[in-house]
C-alpha cells in the first residue's frame, strides 16, 4: 500500500504532535535535572572534602545523551511530516552537541583558560561537522539565493536589518552580566569571546535554513506558526546548546537565558515575508524590491543567504559570552551561597538576563512577524546596535565591576630557610628572642634568593608581592607567566592563586539573634573553665591570642575590652579597614569563644589581635600568609612586612578556623614552611582539623595536617564525635586530630553585638587556644615551650568514646586516636598541672 504525501510544511498526524510535545518536555527536564544533578554533586564532593570525580560528566553526559535520544530519535526517523523529523534531528544534534561539549569538563576548573580554549576548538568543529547533516532532506532550503538575482555584490556584503536586530537583542542580554558580573584576565576574556563566538557559530548551525526552511514552507506567509513553533523547538536546541557550554557552574545560567531567544530568533526569520503592494516582494532583512516573479519563490523557500546565518549567531555569541566571560565557575559554589556573593549576583544576572530574553521574544515576535507591518529601516537597526553597545559600555565603566580579576600565581622558590639551631630561653623573653632570630634569617633568605626574580618582574611590569614567611612570590599572570616561571632555576613550583572577582555591592553583615548567655554556656562548664576562673582565680591575663580569620568585631561589648590596641594588632589586607570589622562573622565567633567576655570565652582576661585572611570564605594561600606573616612580626599600617616587622609583639598563641584546600590554590606542603617558622619562633598555632567527616583521612587541608600544629577536632554536648568532624590519619600517616573541644551548638559573639549558635571545628579551635592562654597566664614561663605545653594537654585530656553523634561506630580509621586524639580538653586539669 502506497502512503500518501505529505505537505512539506505540514504538522503532521496528532500522534506525531503528541510524540513530539513529549519528546520536548523529556528533553527539557532531563537536561534541567542533568545539569543542576551534576553541578550538585560536583559542590557536594567539594565541600566534603573528597577527589574531585573526574568521571563525573563524562557519566553525566552520556547518561543525558542516550536518554533524550530514546525520545528524539524516533521522531527523526518516523513521521511523515517534515516539520515533525526535522524537530527530531535537530533535537537528537543538539543532544550529541551537549554530550561532547560537556566532555570538556574533565578539564580541572582550576585551568580555566584551557578549558576555554578547547571549547572554542570543539564548538568550531562540531559547527563544521553540523553543516553536513541531513536536518531537512530534499528540498530544504539550501540551494541558491534566488534574491541574488542582479542585486549587487556591495550591498550582499553588508549586515542584514535581521543581523543588526539579533546584535543589539545579544547587547541586552549581555547587559545583566557586564552589570553584576566581572571579567577575569586578559587571555581568560580573550579566549571566553573566542569560546563564545564559536558557541554562537553552532548554534546557527544548527538553526540555519534547513531548520527554518520546514516551518516556512507552503505558498501562504505563516510567520505566527513559525515564530510559536519554529521558536519553540529552537528553544529546546538552545536549552541542549547552553547546558553543554561553560564549565560547572556557568552553564545553569544559560539554562534559563538562552531557550526564549529561539523566539527571537523565529520572529527575525518571519521579518522578510512581508510582501510590498505593486512592487513585488522586499527583500528579507533589508526592505529592497526582488522582481515579482521571484516573490513566490522568496515567501515559499528562503535560502540560506537571506537571513543567513549570521543573527543566531551573533545573538547566541553574545548571550553565552556573558556567563563565560563575567563570571568564575569556581565561584559559583554552595560554598558562597549564605551571604550575597557570587552565586546570588549570577542569580540576579540570570534572572534579569531571563527577563530581557522574554521581552525580546514578545517584542520581536509581536512587532517584526507581522506581514503587515513595515520592517525597520537598516538605519534604525544600526542605531540600535550603537544605543545598547554605548550603554553596555557606560554600564561596564560605571555600574559594573571594570578592569580585569584574573586569578595570580603563587610562587615557592626551592630554598627555604634554614631555622636549625634557633633557641632562646624560657618565658615570654625567650620566645621573643627566638621570634627575633627566626624573623631575621626569614627575611634574609628571602632577599638573596628572591633578588632576581623579582628585578625580572619588574623588568616585565608583572606585579607581584614577595613573602618571607614562606619563600614565596605572588605574581599576576596566566599560562604563560606560569611556564616562564616555572622553568626558573630558583622556583620550586607555581600554584594558581585563587582571586575572587569584585562584587556589585558589598555583602551585608552577618549578625545574630540568639539571646546574650545568662551565665556561662554548657561548651564552657563542660571543659572547666569557669573552674579556672573561680577556684584557681586564672582568666589568661598577660596572654595575647592571635585570631586569622574573616575578621572581628572590635567593638561587640564582649571583645571590645580585650583587644590589644596600638598601630600593630590589625591587619586587613583584603579591605584595609581602619578599625578591627567584620563583615561575615566568622571570626567574631571565634575569637569571642577564645577571650570573649561575659562568660563566653574560655580566657576573658587575655588580649587579641586580628587579621582578616578570608573576607569571602574563599581565600588563597598568599592571603593565608599576609596574615601568617602579620602574627609573626606585627606592622603599623602601610608598613613593609620586611622592614618593619616587630617579632617582639607577636601574640604568643594563633588560633586558626580555617583550611586552605585545593581550590583555593594550596597543595599539601604549601603553607608547611610557615608553620614550621611559626614553630621556631615558640609561637603555637592551634588550627580546626575541618568540617568532611565523618571520612577517614579527611584531614587534609593545610595547615591542619602538620604535625607542628595543634589541630582540634569538635564533640557535641553529650561528648560524642560530631559527625562533621573531620578525621585522620593525613595523607603523610600523623595522627589527627590531637584534642577535641565542643564544637557543636556553641554560642559566641557576632557582629552588631549579638550573639548566635554555630557548629564546626571552628567552634572548637578557640576553645584550645584560651585553655593555653590559661595556662600560660597562670605560668609564664611555659610561654614558648611549645613540647611542654603540648603533653600537659594530652596527659590532661578526659577520654571519650569514638561513637559519633549519629550513633555509629567509627573506629576504622586507623585506631580510636584518629577520631579524638587524646581525648576532650579538660581547662582546669590543664592549668592545674601547667601550675606545677
Known amino acids: 500500500m502506497r502512503a500518501e504525501p505529505t505537505t512539506p510544511g505540514s ?62 530519535l524516533p521522531l527523526a526517523l518516523v513521521p511523515r511530516s517534515a516539520v515533525v523529523r ?26 580555566h583558560e584551557a578549558y576555554l580554549a578547547a571549547l572554542a576548538l570543539v564548538a568550531m568543529l562540531l559547527a563544521v561537522v553540523t553543516t553536513r547533516l541531513p536536518f531537512g532532506g530534499p528540498g530544504n532550503g539550501t540551494g541558491p539565493d534566488p534574491t541574488a538575482v542582479g542585486r549587487p555584490a556591495r550591498l550582499a556584503a553588508r ?22 558580573g566581572a ?7 580573550i579566549l571566553a569571546g573566542l569560546a563564545a563566538a564559536a558557541v554562537g557559530v553552532l548554534a546557527a548551525t544548527l538553526l540555519d535554513a534547513r531548520f527554518w526552511g520546514r516551518f516556512e514552507a507552503g505558498e501562504t506567509p505563516r510567520p505566527a506558526r513559525l515564530v510559536l513553533l519554529g521558536g519553540l523547538v529552537a528553544g529546546v536546541v538552545l536549552l541542549l546548546v547552553g547546558a553543554g557550554t561553560g564549565h560547572s557552574g556557568a552553564q545553569l545560567p544559560l539554562l534559563v537565558t538562552l531557550p526564549p531567544a529561539g523566539f527571537a530568533l523565529a520572529a527575525l526569520r518571519a521579518m522578510s515575508c512581508r510582501p510590498v503592494a505593486g512592487r513585488g516582494v522586499a527583500h528579507p532583512g533589508t526592505g529592497h524590491d526582488v522582481p515579482d516573479q521571484l516573490a513566490t519563490a522568496v515567501v515559499a523557500r528562503r535560502p540560506a543567504g537571506v537571513t543567513g546565518r549570521a543573527p543566531a549567531a551573533w545573538l547566541v555569541g553574545l548571550g553565552v559570552f556573558g556567563p563565560l566571560a563575567f563570571t568564575d565557575p569556581e565561584e559559583v559554589s554552595l560554598l558562597l551561597v549564605g551571604t550575597r556573593d557570587v552565586p546570588f549576583w549570577v542569580a540576579v544576572a540570570a534572572g534579569a538576563g531571563l527577563a530581557v530574553a522574554l521581552v525580546l521574544a514578545a517584542g520581536y515576535g509581536l512587532l517584526l512577524a507581522r506581514c503587515a507591518a513595515k ?17 553596555v559600555g557606560l554600564v561596564g565603566a ?11 600565581l603563587f610562587v615557592l622558590l626551592r630554598e627555604q630557610a634554614d631555622l636549625s639551631g634557633v633557641s632562646g630561653g624560657p618565658g615570654r623573653a625567650g620566645r621573643d628572642a627566638r621570634a627575633g632570630e627566626v624573623y631575621r634569617r626569614l627575611v634574609d633568605t628571602a632577599d638573596r634568593t628572591q633578588a632576581d626574580l623579582r628585578r625580572d618582574l619588574r623588568r616585565a611590569h608583572l606585579p607581584h608581592t614577595p613573602y618571607y614567611l614562606v619563600n614565596a612570590i605572588e605574581v599576576a599572570g596566566g599560562p604563560a607567566v606560569r611556564a616562564w616561571l616555572s622553568r626558573r632555576p630558583e622556583v620550586a613550583r607555581v600554584l594558581v592563586s585563587q582571586r575572587l572577582r569584585p562584587l556589585p555591592a558589598p555583602a551585608d553583615t552577618a549578625t545574630g539573634s540568639a539571646p546574650a548567655p545568662s551565665g556561662p554556656p554548657w561548651h564552657i562548664t563542660m571543659i572547666g573553665a569557669d573552674r579556672v576562673w573561680s577556684e584557681l582565680g586564672v582568666t589568661g591575663a598577660g596572654v595575647t591570642v592571635g585570631s586569622s580569620d574573616s575578621g572581628v568585631d572590635g567593638r561587640h561589648p564582649a571583645l571590645a575590652p580585650g583587644f590589644r590596641g596600638g598601630d600593630d594588632s590589625w591587619f586587613d589586607p583584603w579591605n584595609d579597614t581602619g578599625p578591627p570589622t567584620d563583615r561575615n562573622g566568622h571570626g567574631t565567633h571565634t575569637m569571642g569563644s577564645a577571650v570573649g567576655r561575659d562568660g563566653i570565652g574560655v580566657a576573658p ?42 617579632p617582639a609583639r607577636a601574640p604568643e598563641i594563633l588560633t586558626n578556623s580555617w583550611g586552605c584546600p585545593p581550590i583555593e590554590g594550596c597543595d599539601p606542603r604549601a603553607l608547611q614552611p610557615a608553620t614550621a617558622a611559626l614553630e621556631a619562633a615558640g609561637i603555637l598555632v592551634v588550627a580546626a582539623a575541618g568540617n568532611t567527616g565523618p571520612f577517614c583521612r579527611s584531614v587534609q587541608d593545610p595547615p591542619a595536617p602538620y604535625a607542628d600544629v595543634l589541630t582540634v577536632g569538635a564533640v557535641d554536648d553529650r561528648r560524642r564525635v560530631t559527625a562533621f568532624s573531620s578525621r585522620g590519619p593525613t595523607v603523610t600517616g600523623t595522627t589527627k586530630p590531637d584534642l577535641m573541644a565542643p564544637g557543636a551548638e556553641v554560642i559566641s559573639a557576632m557582629p552588631g553585638g549579638g550573639y548566635a549558635v554555630l557548629d564546626g571545628t571552628s567552634m572548637a579551635t578557640p576553645q584550645v587556644a ?14 614558648g615551650d611549645l613540647d611542654r605545653t603540648r603533653r600537659i594537654l594530652r596527659e590532661t585530656a578526659e577520654p571519650i568514646g569514638t561513637s559519633d553523634s549519629a550513633g555509629g561506630q567509627t573506629d576504622e580509621c586507623g585506631g580510636p586516636a584518629n577520631l579524638v586524639g587524646a581525648g576532650l580538653v579538660d581547662a582546669y586539669a590543664a592549668v592545674s598541672a601547667a601550675r606545677g
Open 11 to 72: 504538522t503532521g498526524s496528532p500522534w506525531a504532535i503528541v510524540a513530539a510535545v513529549f519528546a520536548g518536555c523529556w528533553t527539557v527536564m532531563v537536561t534541567v535535572l542533568a545539569q543542576t544533578g551534576g553541578w550538585t554533586v560536583d559542590q557536594v564532593v567539594l565541600i566534603g572534602g573528597l577527589d574531585r570525580l573526574v568521571p563525573l560528566w563524562p557519566v553525566v553526559c552520556l547518561l543525558t545523551v542516550l536518554l533524550i535520544a530514546t525520545a528524539t
Open 183 to 189: 571579567l577575569g584576565g586578559l587571555l581568560e576574556t
Open 375 to 391: 520592517p525597520p529601516s537598516r538605519a534604525l537597526a544600526g542605531a540600535s546596535v550603537l544605543t545598547l553597545l554605548v550603554t
Open 770 to 783: 584560651g585553655v593555653v592562654a590559661l595556662m600560660w597566664s597562670v605560668n609564664p614561663e611555659l610561654v
Open 86 to 111: 526535522v524537530t527530531g534531528r535537530v533535537w537528537v544534534a543538539g543532544a550529541l552537541v551537549l554530550g561532547l561539549l560537556g566532555l570538556l569538563r574533565t578539564i580541572p576548573p582550576v585551568h
Open 398 to 408: 560605571t555600574a559594573g565591576q571594570p578592569g580585569l580579576h584574573g586569578e595570580r
Open 605 to 646: 582576661g587575655a588580649q587579641w589581635v586580628g587579621c582578616v585572611n578570608l573576607d569571602r570564605n574563599l581565600g588563597n594561600p598568599a592571603g593565608y600568609l599576609d596574615c601568617l606573616q602579620f602574627m609573626l612580626a606585627p606592622f603599623p599600617p602601610g608598613g613593609d612586612p620586611f622592614r618593619q616587622g616587630r
Open 159 to 180: 549586515p542584514s536589518v535581521a543581523a543588526l536586530l539579533a546584535v543589539t537583542a545579544g547587547l541586552a542580554l549581555l547587559l545583566p552580566w557586564v552589570w553584576w
